[in-house]
Structures are given as C-alpha cells and as structure tokens.
C-alpha cells in the first residue's frame, strides 16, 4: 500500500453499541464497522519502511501490515493467510486484545493509530464465514503423549503448539469448562462465549482431548500425570488474587473482582441459576482501577447497581501519552473503557485505609489521598499519605480487584505435584505473571517451541 489515507482519513476509534441499548444486556458491546468502514481504515495503514506494530507491539509478530494491505483489496483469503500464520487463536486478541500493535503504529507520529483491532476481528470473522479455519493438521505423528494443565488462552496455545508437533495431547481443567478467564473472567459484553466454544470444537477435531473438572494435584496426582506423559505444559494462570487486608475486611459485602465476575459467567453460562452476588441497587466501590476493576464496573451497570464509584491508589495518568512511556512503547495514559462511559466516578492517588459496617454488612470505606513521588520521566515511585485527607466512600459492596500474584516454579509445580524436569514447561500467566491473553498466546507458543 502507498496511498496517503492516513492523511486524509481520520481513524474510527471506537464503534460501540448505544450505552442506552447495551447496559441492557450481555452482549458484546462492539458494533463492527461496514466494508467501506473496513477498507477505509485498512488504507490507512501507512506501507512504512519498519512496521513497528509488528516489531516492537504484537507479542505474536503479526504481519499487520499485509494483512490490512488484503483487507484494503477485499482479499479476505489472504488477510487470513497471512493473519493465521503467525496467530493460532486471533478470535481472543481481535476482541478483547488492548491492541499493543495500535500504541506502536507509525501511522500515529504524523496521524493516529492504524485501527488494527477490529480490522483483525473483521478477517477472522470472515475466515470462519468462509470456511477457512481448520483443524491442526501436525506434520507426523511423533508418538509421544502431551498433557496441558489449565485451558485458558495459555494452554489452549500450548496444545495447539504440541499437537502441531505430532504430540497426542490431552488438556486438564478443574472448572466445568474450558477457557480460563476467557470463560470465568472475563465479561460476556466483552467475549461472547459461543466464541470459546467454536474454537473449542475445532480443537476437538484437531484430535485434542479436553478433561473438564478435574483439578490436578487434587483430583489427579501431579506425579502420575508426569508419569503418563512425555512432557507436561503448565498453563494454570495465576489463580492468587490480591486482598486487601486492613480492618473490616471479614464484613459481609466485600468479594474479590473474580468472586463476582466468575459468578456472572457461570449464570449467563447457565451452569448455575444466578449470579451468586449482585450489585442490584447497590453502592458499589470497585477498588482497583485496572482492566478487572472495569470490568466489575460494567457488570455492576448491567445488573442495575444504584451507583458504581472505581478508585485507584496510582495518580490519575496524564491525557497524552505520558514521557515515561515514549513511542513505540505502549503509552502510559488515561484510558477509557466502554465500561467506564456506562456510568462510573473514577478517583485516582486514593489509598485505602479500613472498612466500615453497620450490622455486619459494609457501609463504607475510610480512605486517604496520598502523594506520589515520580521519577524524572514521570513514572510514579512511592507514595506518602496527604495530611487531613481522611474521609469515608459510603457503599454497601465492595469489589477488589487489585490484581493477581505471580508464583515461582518452585511453588506452582510444588502445589500441582508435578516433579520439576526438563519436559515440564510453565506457559502463558503462570510463567509471565499476570498479564494479557495476546502475550499469554506468544509466550506458550514460545516456550512450547523451544522444547527439546
Ligand atoms: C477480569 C479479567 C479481565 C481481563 N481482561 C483482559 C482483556 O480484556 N484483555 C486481555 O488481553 N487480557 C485480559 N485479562 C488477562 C487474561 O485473561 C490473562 O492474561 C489470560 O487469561 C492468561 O491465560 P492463561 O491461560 O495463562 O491463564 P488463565 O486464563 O488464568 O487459565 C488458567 C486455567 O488453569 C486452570 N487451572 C488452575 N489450576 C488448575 C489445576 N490444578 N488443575 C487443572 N486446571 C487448573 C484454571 O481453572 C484456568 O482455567 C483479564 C483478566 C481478568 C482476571
């Protein structure tokens, strides 16, 4: 492509359902774009000398630029020739991926960002619409057996990985069903489940077996799961959230982020009959102000909370890409989820101090600002509470979502069972710590590569 759209297109940021229409159900909040749309914003990709979304942004290495290239012929075969060759599972990033390839877009020095995303989301949906998504087909069958524990996006990746390498694998999971926190996080307005299923299925003809309900190093010995397999793909995320443990925090109303949200999905999922709590008519305070945290957010909108309050103990980030994070890194700077324009007050540089109750249940959250102290390029290093700041959020429930721990490999292999050896790999957050599905994806199909 040499064309100068860029100049004279401007980008489509985002194409959301009416905040009216989608606070009334579950469904994807995304609308997505018509062709023209499509072509259009598929031109706007630049044809540059050093495509640095590919390089510095996606993890997976996408050939984003020939793919937007075939988008803007209309040559869909191709954009998914070209998209499948370096992504195993692009149905996950195409929706929910932050779109690290978008921070490093050269097009965003003179203009702004290619919309590279939902052109991704566009191509895979066409794909499937037009039969082109296969089973994995391996080379040659090496007659050696693979088990994958965990079925999030990191083991999904990691069979497919090993499957292609002539493994027979077979995938542990200790929930109902597979997908990790695609399934059990992740809020159905942001990933239809249908869209896990799909693949699933496909996986199924891959000749992958999936065994649901079972909990290694419970159910299943870590050692005898060793013993039966020739290598052994650790993909069990990182299942410890962190709590917040300052006084109060036993009273009743006060859930970690996933309690919730997984509780959600298990209702809408339809494998339980309700969401076991619910922020009906509530004062919700989501504490954390990440990606979870608005996800609680936009859960709380839907099930008709009276208020929805997010708070964060980090300072509120700066509207433009902040100096700490220069291009082509992804930029530090305040973002705006569909979640957040649903409804929501947002505070930033607020630390929480103790809870309060009244007949058992949590009536409020005494808080304090605090200042931060920021290195010369801007990132924030330590934090002093501000003097006669105290004062108190009332809310009746509180939803942590303060992030996750990552564990060594020492621990997560000691708590599974599995004796440490050359042919047992961690994949996705396991190894990485807690991160994003794309990165996730990349590290597994990195790690599984890199097997002897
Ligand atoms: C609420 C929420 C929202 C998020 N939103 C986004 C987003 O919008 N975009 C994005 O890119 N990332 C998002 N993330 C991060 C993303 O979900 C993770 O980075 C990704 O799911 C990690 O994949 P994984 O396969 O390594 O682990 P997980 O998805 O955590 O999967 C681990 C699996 O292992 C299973 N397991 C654990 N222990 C055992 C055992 N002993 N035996 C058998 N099975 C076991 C678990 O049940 C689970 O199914 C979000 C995370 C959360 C919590």
């Not at 590919?54 to 793919?67: H, K, Q, R, S």
Request: aromatic share 6%; charged share 25%; net charge neutral.
């Amino acid at each position: 492509m040499s064309n100068k759209a860029f100049i004279d297109k401007s980008r489509i940021d985002h194409l959301y359902r009416p905040v009216g229409v989608r606070v009334g159900d579950f469904a994807e909040v995304e609308a997505d774009p018509t062709r023209e749309q499509l072509r259009e914003q598929a031109e706007r990709c630049m044809n540059c000398g050093i495509p640095f979304c590919l390089g510095c942004g996606c993890p997976l290495y996408n050939a984003i630029p020939d793919m937007n290239a075939a988008v803007a012929r209309g040559d869909w075969r191709e954009a998914w020739a070209v998209l499948s060759a370096t992504s195993d599972l692009p149905e996950f990033p195409a929706r929910i991926c932050p779109a690290l390839c978008e921070g490093s877009c050269t097009a965003s020095l003179p203009s702004e960002a290619v919309m590279i995303r939902q052109i991704e989301k566009a191509v895979v949906e066409k794909a499937f619409a037009m039969g082109l998504v296969k089973p994995v087909v391996p080379k040659a069958e090496n007659g050696l057996k693979a088990s994958v524990v965990g079925s999030g996006p990191g083991g999904l990746a990691a069979a497919i990985a090993l499957r292609r390498r002539g493994y027979a694998v077979t995938v542990y999971e200790r929930a109902a069903q597979p997908g990790g926190l695609l399934r059990y996080g992740i809020p159905f307005f942001k990933l239809d489940k249908r869209i896990i299923d799909r693949r699933i299925e496909i996986l199924r003809e891959s000749g992958i077996g999936f065994v649901c309900g079972v909990e290694v190093g419970r159910d299943l010995a870590g050692e005898e799961l060793a013993r039966r397999s020739d290598v052994v793909a650790v993909a069990i995320g990182t299942p410890a959230a962190r709590d917040l443990a300052i006084p109060g925090r036993d009273l009743a109303g006060i859930h970690l982020a996933l309690e919730f949200l997984g509780g959600q999905n298990q209702a809408l999922g339809g494998e339980i009959p309700g969401p076991p709590i619910s922020a009906k008519s509530r004062r919700v305070l989501v504490i954390g102000g990440g990606d979870t945290g608005s996800d609680c957010v936009g859960t709380s909108n839907r099930h008709g909370a009276e208020s929805v309050t997010q708070i964060e103990i980090m300072p509120k980030p700066s509207a433009a890409r902040a100096d700490a994070t220069p291009w082509p890194d992804w930029p530090a700077q305040m973002r705006t989820s569909s979640s957040h324009e649903e409804g929501c007050l947002r505070r930033w540089s607020l630390n929480s101090l103790r809870f309060l109750g009244e007949d058992g249940r949590v009536s409020g959250v005494e808080v304090c600002q605090v200042a931060w102290e920021l290195s010369p390029a801007g990132r924030p290093l330590k934090f002093t509470p501000v003097e006669g700041t105290r004062e108190v959020i009332s809310c009746d429930l509180v939803l942590l979502a303060l992030g996750f721990v990552k564990q060594d490999r020492a621990t997560v292999l000691g708590k599974l069972g599995i004796p440490d050896s050359p042919t047992v790999v961690l994949v996705g957050d396991a190894a990485l710590g807690p991160s994003l599905v794309v990165r996730a994806l990349a590290q597994a199909k990195e790690a599984v590569g890199k097997m002897a």
